[in-house]
């Protein structure tokens, strides 16, 4: 996966040695890959451990780290297995809206298990849907901007060109081949905008 020597380079330079992290999404694990064995506490959990990442099973202000990346791919379900299981699971999501409300439930579980000033880490792309663009970089940290501030922003480009989906008729937006790595830093919430 490519996006595993860029999540090193993204824990080298945001994560401190024995971190607690939280990768709530884990699925098979690709992200970790080249990192080494034994720097960062790592919980791994996801629907096939019986964690869903909106409900997670740790305690306020537990965790120095939460990592975020539903497989919720719209196009394609190849592939075998656990992990097959989880994707097709997420691609039950109806809508772009209801998985940008996916995101954005799971940033405010992120939120209660961070200490103060962790860091959530998420993992996303921007879609097309019905002719509609959807703007996962930019809607994510904006819904979230009540407890999170946007610290950096990776931006990561496959080398493959972008496809084109089977029967898609005229074309109508340009084709997308990156897709973001967001880090969102937890910020105190103000009493009048404790509401979530």
Do not use: C, E
């Given at each position: 996966?490519?996006?595993a020597p860029v999540f090193r380079a993204i824990l080298e330079l945001y994560v401190a040695p024995g971190s607690v992290i939280a990768d709530v999404t884990?699925?098979?694990g690709v992200f970790w890959q080249d990192v080494p064995k034994g720097i960062y506490q790592i919980w791994p959990s996801d629907l096939l451990t019986g964690t869903d990442c909106r409900h997670l099973p740790y305690p306020d202000e537990s965790v120095d780290v939460v990592i975020l990346d539903p497989p919720y791919g719209r196009q394609g379900?190849?592939?075998s297995g656990q992990y097959t299981q989880l994707k097709l699971y997420y691609q039950t999501l109806p809508t772009m809206r209801d998985v940008l409300d996916l995101y954005i439930e799971a940033g405010h579980e992120a939120w209660r298990?961070?200490?103060?000033?962790?860091?959530?880490?998420?993992k996303t792309q921007d879609q097309v849907e019905h002719s509609r663009q959807w703007w996962m970089h930019r809607d994510i940290p904006y819904r979230l901007q009540r407890e999170f501030e946007l610290e950096d922003m990776i931006v990561m480009v496959r080398p493959q060109r972008p496809s084109l989906p089977p029967n898609i008729g005229k074309q109508r937006h340009a084709r997308r081949r990156h897709s973001f790595f967001l880090l969102l830093r937890k910020v105190p919430v103000p009493a009048i905008c404790s509401e979530r």
């Open positions: 996966s490519n996006n884990y699925g098979k379900r190849g592939g298990v961070l200490k103060p000033q962790g860091l959530l880490i998420v």
